[in-house]
């Protein structure tokens, strides 16, 4: 995200967003005031997230930030870790799956021993004072219902002293391949600062319901090349 071009259009994109979710909240029946409130972007507390300070302005600004993780030996490493380990074994391989929502608590104990040992200096080199929450595969199974909609992740820390992100390390190639969306992840920018709410998963109900379309007007796209990294704060908006 260091080009001139990306950037304007990043930040028309965050501009575009923050207005059209406050005129949609100054609509908002008299039903949900407090949620139309937090609709406003709000100012933020300094927490320093990467160990870049490029990255971490990109991640400040944005709610996200493209950083270089693996090298080729690593990349392959973690190609023959996956091809070692297998999909978790109750995976029914038809859509979108995460390993760690697996039964299996062997096979997901076996995935974070295995993934930290190789890898985990990689994600102590990028980020500073954390922890590692929990690791997993996901995996995107071909056909239509690999597509995942726009969400905030949950809240796993108190966001008012720290900061949740998710590094997200692509095996393949994401983007526009011959033709085909492989997989990549877009954002809405700027929207990590649209609420401050507790968050929580809601299989009923949408995170976004009633901005749909702002969400897909003013999400954008961020290719990456296998072995690049997405880091990106847990309150983004963000889909595939």
Same mark, same amino acid.
């Given at each position: 995200?260091?080009?001139?071009?990306? %950037?304007?259009?990043?930040?028309?994109?965050?501009?575009?967003?923050? %207005?059209?979710?406050?005129?949609?909240?100054?609509?908002?029946? +008299?039903?949900?005031?407090?949620?139309?409130?937090?609709?406003?972007?709000?100012?933020?507390?300094?927490?320093?997230?990467?160990?870049?300070?490029?990255?971490?302005?990109?991640?400040?600004?944005?709610?996200?930030?493209?950083?270089?993780?693996?090298?080729?030996?690593?990349?392959?490493?973690?190609?023959?870790?996956?091809?070692?380990?297998?999909?978790?074994?109750?995976?029914?391989? *038809?859509?979108?799956?995460?390993?760690?929502?697996?039964?299996?608590?062997?096979?997901?104990?076996?995935?974070?021993?295995?993934?930290?040992?190789?890898?985990?200096?990689?994600?102590?080199?990028?980020? /500073?004072?954390?922890?590692?929450?929990?690791? +997993?595969?996901?995996?995107?199974?071909?056909?239509?219902?690999?597509?995942?909609?726009?969400?905030?992740?949950?809240?796993? @820390?108190?966001?008012?002293?720290?900061?949740?992100?998710?590094?997200?390390?692509?095996?393949?190639?994401?983007?526009?391949?011959?033709?085909?969306?492989?997989?990549?992840?877009?954002?809405?920018?700027?929207?990590?600062?649209?609420?401050?709410?507790?968050?929580?998963?809601?299989?009923?109900?949408? %995170? @976004?319901?009633?901005?749909?379309?702002? @969400? *897909?007007?003013?999400? /954008?796209?961020?290719? +990456? +090349?296998?072995?690049?990294? *997405? /880091?990106?704060?847990?309150?983004?908006?963000?889909?595939?």
């Amino acid at each position: 995200m260091t080009g001139s071009r990306t %950037q304007g259009a990043l930040r028309r994109s965050v501009r575009r967003a923050s %207005q059209a979710l406050a005129r949609r909240a100054a609509r908002a029946t +008299t039903t949900a005031p407090a949620t139309a409130a937090h609709l406003v972007p709000r100012p933020e507390p300094e927490r320093v997230t990467l160990s870049d300070p490029a990255k971490q302005a990109d991640l400040e600004r944005y709610g996200f930030a493209v950083v270089d993780a693996f090298d080729e030996a690593q990349l392959e490493l973690a190609r023959e870790l996956y091809a070692e380990i297998g999909p978790a074994p109750d995976d029914p391989q *038809l859509a979108l799956n995460w390993s760690f929502h697996s039964r299996s608590a062997e096979y997901k104990r076996e995935v974070k021993a295995k993934m930290l040992a190789a890898f985990g200096d990689v994600v102590d080199r990028m980020l /500073v004072d954390h922890e590692v929450y929990l690791t +997993t595969f996901i995996t995107k199974w071909p056909g239509p219902n690999s597509g995942f909609a726009p969400h905030q992740d949950p809240s796993l @820390v108190d966001e008012r002293r720290f900061r949740g992100v998710t590094v997200w390390i692509p095996l393949h190639d994401t983007g526009p391949v011959d033709g085909v969306d492989n997989g990549m992840l877009r954002f809405v920018p700027g929207s990590h600062r649209f609420s401050s709410a507790l968050r929580v998963t809601d299989v009923d109900r949408s %995170q @976004v319901a009633g901005h749909e379309d702002a @969400v *897909l007007r003013h999400g /954008v796209g961020m290719p +990456t +090349t296998a072995g690049q990294a *997405l /880091v990106f704060d847990n309150r983004v908006i963000h889909y595939s």
